[in-house]
């Protein structure tokens, strides 16, 4: 069985917590939609977003752990605390996934989307020590367009790596942060590149916490450069949002 735990940020920390709430209902409606019955989610919250979506494989956590301060002097100090409050969200997330006796474990970003074919998968390769999504798309909230990364897409988005239930402490160096980054980790354990594209990470939806307004318009400055639109035209593939790719991933615009 996959258990996927999808860690939630307070609403203390949300610009608006009903937009937060739309992109965590199209996150757990894609996560729901495997092909194959044998997934739990687990949601670790500090209040749960406000949703009608219900479904018998979701079990809702809910903790009193102080939000991160996102009023911190500097992206670095901004970014710090909202790894430690994840990374604690997680824990909790894996702890309570022990009843499930899982064969491997997911952790989902509460905004991006995930392959329908992922349970489905694991089921058939229960015994494998894990992948990390070398592939994965980028969409930005709103486009007709989608952008395929086919090289390092774990190393910018957190919702890439499946991980054998046992090894998932090898992903956290130490409690306050969950490493994402990397597929050769301790002990001589290297996770296999997902055969597919496994998740959609979305950006520029106002509500990525290390995403504040002073980070994006350094994003915005880089990409007016032509070093920039080069680096982005060699490592991403624009294609456009077709019906197929959007019910793979349960993908919808956000109103």
Not at 37 to 54: G, Y
Not at 115 to 131: I, M, T
Not at 186 to 206: D, H
Request: glycine share 4%; hydrophobic share 40%.
């Amino acid at each position: 069985m996959l258990v996927f735990i999808i860690p939630v940020k307070s609403p203390a920390v949300s610009t608006s917590w009903d937009r937060f709430s739309k992109l965590f209902e199209r996150c757990i409606k894609s996560v729901c939609n495997q092909t194959l019955p044998n997934f739990r989610v687990i949601v670790v919250c500090n209040d749960r977003p406000a949703i009608e979506f219900r479904n018998s494989h979701i079990d809702y956590i809910e903790v009193d752990f102080p939000p991160p301060d996102s009023n911190q002097r500097n992206y670095g100090q901004v970014r710090g605390a909202g790894d430690a409050d994840k990374a604690r969200k997680v824990l909790t997330g894996i702890a309570f996934a022990d009843k499930f006796q899982p064969s491997h474990l997911m952790v989902v970003d509460a905004d991006d989307c995930v392959s329908k074919y992922l349970a489905e998968f694991v089921a058939r390769n229960s015994q494998a020590d894990g992948w990390f999504l070398k592939k994965g798309y980028v969409y930005e909230e709103g486009s007709k367009f989608i952008y395929l990364n086919l090289k390092n897409f774990n190393q910018s988005c957190g919702t890439s790596i499946v991980i054998k239930y046992g090894l998932h402490n090898l992903l956290f160096p130490n409690k306050n942060y969950y490493d994402h980054n990397h597929h050769i980790l301790q002990n001589g354990v290297t996770l296999k590149a997902l055969p597919f594209v496994g998740a959609v990470y979305s950006i520029r939806n106002a509500e990525n916490m290390f995403m504040s307004t002073a980070k994006t318009q350094q994003l915005k400055d880089r990409e007016n450069s032509l070093l920039f639109a080069v680096k982005k035209a060699v490592k991403y593939r624009p294609m456009l949002l077709t019906k197929t790719i959007r019910d793979d991933f349960s993908l919808y615009k956000i109103n």
